[in-house]
């Protein structure tokens, strides 16, 4: 299957190989294109409604926290009115019923304009240890008329020592229903004494909760609980029942958490988002539960514009890929043409197209390419020429250092004859030293043969110089064996006489000495001629005889062996100058040292 689905492909026309490429080529990343940007936006959608909501409750809770602020302080200033301490504080037998009603007129007038102000859906209950009870309701709860100070909320409030405390109406709402979902209450003290007189209660009404956050309910299917701090349900939209626990899986997650949102699922399995924020002041939660298919509905519009969009991308590219397949295929069909007469040997052929696409780029490199192989066989063939002219200056350049030696050798047995042994020896010598200065071969020699060549140079010196110098040469042994830079030391004794010794006035001394210091070389080369003054001088400015100045010398030690080598010049006017070379042994031949390392 696949050798014949590759064999469809190869015997197709270029032009519909280049359509299935291009549209392979445009619907691939289009598809991945769309998928992703799908994803991220229906992505982005869902956490943009999962944050509004979250800072929707946040607000709510804001408002909600407000509220019970309100009804604190309502409490606070019930408790601290004068005529309420006053009423509470004095003995119900001591009074008449004249007293009485005008009492309970009073209280009732102070109730009521609480409660109208804001026109709050509250209810108020003042009672009083003398057994004098004032509600703003039209039934006042057995459970506030039988006051049991052990029971939920009189229990909380006298742990609390006045201070107000809330609680859900889980108690109440078994036996009544009055639609109260959470109540505050405090105990009534007396100001003065400090004796107790009572409780306050307010019941709050879950139409007023209800009317806070109903506002967050946004989607259908959905639903929004007020929870106290321990899961009791204290309102709710669908409704609930109120005072018992709410039964759900994300509830441990929701009271563990103080804001923010996560995913669930409800006992049938379906995808929800859980959604909440939990009241500083209180502890309460507002959580809304939203299924997550109704938030993927809002993603609706997006599939489809991408799926639009990647339908109209395909046409497009389709398009594309034909015009764009059919221009190409016939110029390509000129060059190929082009092409095979170039094959034949014909170089002048031109590709000419009125287009400046890739196919009249590739056309224009042809032609460069006619025009290069032209020019490279012209090229060639100088330098051709050129080659054969330089073999032939070199062998004529071979002539002249064999000319130069038969000439010193015939010197040398000129002398001989005429028994002139210095200038024998000396001939000798030079012939040597220029052997060795020009050959080609290794550039790392043994010390011995270099000592050999500064042997032949001194010579030179000394039947120039005669007694004006003394030259004292020590070399250790051991050394001799090892290897070294060629013409690393002839420099240094060559500056040493001409720059040192040559200038002094009367005669001098040329000390040369060799030795292992450690793991290294170490050649000395000392004169008592003139010196200089070092800072006028600077390392290899002085240049010898052969060329080759201290500098040079210098980096071809550094080139050689990095930092294990080093150079040193001491130096003082009409004392001396002495130079001292160190280098690694090398024990072997075919041995190297770069920046200190052997490999």
Known sequence: ??????????????????????????IAPLSVLGILSYNHSSYTVQEKVYQTVLESLSQITYSMNYFISDIEQLSMYIYSNEDVQEVLSSGSADRTISERYADEQKISAILESFVGFKKWDIEIYILGNNGERFFTGDVLPKQYDNIDSNWGLFRKARLA????VW???????????????????????????NEDLGYLVIDIMESALVDKYARAHLVPDGQIFLLDRFGNVMSSLPKHQIGTKLQADFLPNVLVGTKGYFESRDDAGNREMIIYDTSDATGFKLVSVMPVKEMIKES???????????LVGIIAAFGFAYIVSSSITTPLRKLRSLMKQAEKGDLGVSFSSKYKDEVGQLGQSFNRMLQEIQYLINENYEKLLKLREAELKAIQAQINPHFLYNTLDSINWMARIHHVDE?????????ELLRYSISKGNQIILISEDMKQIQHYLAIQKMRFREKITMEIEMEDEILSFYTLKLLIQPVVENAIVHGLERKNGKGTLRFTGQAAGDKVRF?????????????HEMGTAKAGTGIGLENLRR??????????????VSKPGIGTTVTIEFPQIKQAGEDYVQGHDY
């Open 556 to 569: 071809r030690m550094e080139l050689q062996f990095g930092d294990s080598a080093s150079l040193h010049i």
């Open 1 to 26: 299957m696949k050798n014949q689905f590759m064999a469809l492909i190869g015997s197709m026309d270029f032009r519909n190989k280049l359509i299935i490429l291009f549209m392979i080529i445009a």
């Open 300 to 310: 609706q519009s997006i599939r489809k514009l991408t799926i639009g969009v990647m």
């Open 161 to 164: 020592g006045g201070n107000a």
């Open 423 to 431: 200038i024998s020896r000396t001939v000798i010598s030079l012939g």
């Open 167 to 193: 609680d859900t109406h889980y108690t109440l709402k078994k036996l009544y229903d009055f639609g109260t979902a959470v109540a505050t209450g405090r105990v009534l003290k007396n100001i003065e004494t």
């Open 524 to 536: 000395t080369v000392s004169d008592d001629g003139a010196g200089f003054v070092p800072d006028k």
